[in-house]
Nanobody, 118 residues
């Protein structure tokens, strides 16, 4: 059974940091791409970042570039999203997804809430 489990969300003040984790199981982790998405209440889901485990290439949305860093630990089947300099507009439920490449996802996690207070 494929599972993606996010953790690490919470409440943080503006300017603070959080590290999200996406623990994967049930598929060949190092052959997949893992993406992070977020969705704020009343807004569309938007992509945040992606990493391809085959070659380590990363991608970032313009609104997080320079503040967020995605990384992967293939030995632990876990992808991390280090979020620094957080802003209130980063408040959202954050989800990870897995697929054969960035932009094409087959599996989704249940999400973890990030709330940034001003």
């Amino acid at each position: 059974e494929v599972q993606l489990v996010e953790s690490g969300g919470g409440l943080v003040q503006a300017g603070g940091s959080l590290r999200l984790s996406c623990a994967a199981s049930g598929f060949t982790f190092d052959g997949y791409a893992i993406g992070w998405f977020r969705q704020a209440p009343g807004k569309e889901r938007e992509g945040v970042s992606c990493i391809t485990n085959t070659d380590g290439l990363t991608r970032y949305a313009k609104y997080v570039k320079g503040r967020f860093t995605i990384s992967s630990d293939n030995a632990k089947n876990t992808v991390y999203l280090q979020m620094n300099s957080l802003k209130p507009e980063d408040t959202a439920a954050y989800y990870c997804a897995a697929g054969e490449k960035c932009g094409r996802y087959d599996y989704w996690g249940q999400g973890t809430q990030v709330t940034v207070s001003s």
